[in-house]
Antibody, heavy 121, light 110 residues
């Protein structure tokens, strides 16, 4: 069964750092592009970052320069390193698998259950 | 900055048909944006409904369909059921590794 399980969320003070993990099972993360999506309380989802199969990474403007996406192929795990956190980063963070290709249809086909990050003093 | 627009809310009667749309603050949505649609209920992760404009994801009932209507992507629910009451989000691929979600539509079935 294909599954994504996020961890690493919690309460963190403004200016702090946190690393989220997403453990994948049932597939190999290097076979798909992998993304992070977040959802602030009462808001819609916001795409955050992607790592493509070849290793290229991209970020939403709201997190560029502060967040870093990476993966550990040996652990089949995706990460999101978050630095300089502010209250605006408070959200549920979802790991989502990009649908495999080619052809590429540029959508997310498997979602984790999410991990909650709260930035507050 | 690109804004993806959706109706904030919509209401449909049980058994009725409703079309939700997904537009751009500037320009038209085409298949080149690979529009996809997601359903979300409170406390749950999004569920993929439609991808590449009009392809249903595995297990999605055929009462859900996607299309391009004019200059927008559209999600049509034909024969709405009570458990279709959810939030619906579109997602557009802007190219160059960037995606943007719409603000979502809260659908009420009553």
């Amino acid at each position: 069964e294909v599954q994504l399980v996020e961890s690493g969320g919690g309460l963190i003070q403004p200016g702090g750092s946190l690393r989220l993990s997403c453990a994948a099972s049932g597939f190999t993360i290097t076979s798909n592009y992998m993304t992070w999506v977040r959802q602030a309380p009462g808001k819609g989802p916001e795409w955050v970052s992607v790592i493509f199969t070849g290793g290229s990474t991209y970020y939403a403007d709201s997190v560029k320069g502060r967040f870093t996406i990476s993966r550990d192929n040996s652990k089949n795990t995706l990460y999101l390193q978050m630095n300089s956190l502010t209250a605006e980063d408070t959200a549920v963070y979802y790991c989502a698998r990009g649908a495999a290709g080619p052809p590429y249809y540029y959508y997310m086909d498997v979602w984790g259950i999410g991990t909650t990050v709260t930035v507050s003093s | 900055q690109t804004v993806v627009t959706q109706e904030p809310s919509f209401s449909v009667s049980p058994g009725g048909t409703v079309t939700l749309t997904c537009g751009l603050s500037s320009g038209s949505v085409s298949t080149n944006y690979y529009p996809s649609w997601y359903q979300q209920t409170p406390g749950q992760a999004p569920r993929t409904l439609i991808y590449s404009t009009n392809t249903r994801s595995s297990g999605v009932p055929d009462r859900f369909s996607g299309s391009i209507l004019g200059n927008k992507a559209a999600l049509t629910i034909t024969g709405a059921q009570a458990d279709d009451e959810s939030d619906y989000y579109c997602l557009l691929y802007m190219g160059n590794g960037i995606w943007v979600f719409g603000g979502g539509t809260e659908l009420t079935v009553l």
